[in-house]
């Protein structure tokens, strides 16, 4: 039964097109004269429309387009101008400081000109390509002057790391107007550059509302060839550094602070063999077995079980050969 009413609204499907075809003009036609079937126009966002710069600095001039149709294109000129500087995504002019920021299915279609200049100051629009007149309109203040220096990046990370390990050292870089364009990292000189069959990864996200730029990178497997200096720098040339070794513990030795015991039985031991060295300067067999005598005396007392039968064993050796030779 499904099988045949599917075959009969396909047949009569092949029989509508000529006249749905008029059916929905005239569905479109009334609906427009009744008010049903209403166009939209695009509508702009609420953006800054005044941006300032230092001379030098990365300028980001924002259009945000609510409702553009699919045969609409966003233009972005200088009213002083007769020439558009983009079309789309398209770039007309020649300055390589010039570019449109545009992500697909986003609203944005930011004009961005890096290293701003004097020249670049004025009045720019953004233009719907439409019969209506839709314009947004930015003016862009350029300063003579190169931007203010301040410490604007960070590195965050372990110092210390063991073999085989995850390494993770994180980089904040803020901007003076926006966040910078790019952070690179360095070790020992050397750019560090995402590897994935080393599991070298590198991880970058921007945050618009504190003008940052954040980057992690990660190094899945530590070894010993990754300890050294790390450099992050941003595009802007701020720059900072950390130190961090890998600590081979399972195959190095253990090496740790002596105990207040053994720093003071160490330096009596030392005393009274200095000072039986002055009192018998003659003796020097005598002082050398003495000076074993104690050796093994030092151990007797740090030693376990085991160890303490053989140190007496051995001290009373050394005291019979001492005997026999006075």
């Known amino acids: 039964m499904l099988t045949r009413t599917f075959g009969y609204l396909v047949t009569w499907y092949n029989l509508l097109p000529p006249f749905a075809t008029i059916y929905y003009i005239l569905y479109i036609m009334l609906g427009v004269i009744h008010g049903t079937i209403t166009y939209r126009l695009p509508e702009?966002?609420?953006?800054?429309?005044?941006?300032?710069?230092?001379?030098?600095?990365?300028?980001?001039?924002q259009c945000c387009v609510k409702y553009l149709g699919t045969k609409q294109v966003v233009i972005w000129k200088k009213v002083n101008e007769n020439f558009a500087l983009t079309y789309g995504e398209m770039v007309f002019v020649s300055d390589p400081d010039i570019s449109i920021d545009h992500l697909p299915h986003r609203e944005e279609w930011n004009l961005i000109i890096s290293n701003v200049q004097t020249r670049h100051?004025?009045?720019y629009e953004c233009q719907i390509s439409t019969k209506e007149d839709l314009r947004k309109?930015?003016?862009?203040?350029?300063?003579?002057?190169?931007?203010?220096?301040?410490?604007?990046i960070s590195i965050d990370g372990p110092q210390f790391v063991d073999k085989g390990k995850k390494l993770v050292l994180?980089?904040?870089?803020?901007?003076?107007?926006?966040?910078?364009?790019?952070?690179?990292?360095?070790?020992?000189?050397?750019?560090?550059?995402?590897?994935?069959?080393?599991g070298i990864s590198i991880a970058k996200f921007r945050i618009a509302k504190t003008k940052m730029l954040h980057s992690q990178m990660e190094i899945d497997k530590a070894d010993m060839d990754d300890k050294g200096v790390y450099i992050c720098r941003s595009s802007d040339l701020a720059i900072t550094s950390t130190n961090v070794i890998v600590l081979n513990g399972k195959n190095g030795p253990i090496i740790g602070p002596r105990s207040p015991d053994e720093k003071y039985i160490e330096s009596t031991y030392l005393a009274e063999t200095?000072?039986?060295?002055?009192?018998?300067?003659?003796?020097?067999?005598?002082?050398?077995?003495?000076?074993?005598?104690?050796?093994?005396?030092?151990?007797l007392q740090n030693g376990n079980t085991c160890t303490n039968l053989?140190?007496?064993?051995?001290?009373?050796?050394?005291?019979?050969?001492?005997?026999?030779?006075?």
């Open 310 to 326: 053989l140190t007496m064993l051995c001290c009373m050796f050394v005291a019979l050969h001492i005997c026999n030779r006075t």
């Open 44 to 61: 702009y966002c609420d953006t800054p429309s005044n941006v300032t710069c230092y001379k030098g600095d990365r300028a980001i001039l």
């Open 137 to 152: 309109y930015v003016q862009l203040n350029v300063l003579d002057e190169p931007a203010p220096r301040r410490d604007a």
């Open 170 to 198: 994180t980089c904040n870089a803020t901007g003076q107007m926006f966040p910078p364009e790019d952070i690179d990292w360095f070790k020992d000189g050397q750019k560090i550059k995402q590897n994935q069959n080393r």
């Open 121 to 123: 100051a004025g009045l």
């Open 274 to 299: 200095n000072h039986m060295k002055r009192a018998n300067p003659n003796h020097s067999d005598t002082s050398a077995s003495t000076s074993a005598a104690c050796n093994l005396a030092f151990l």
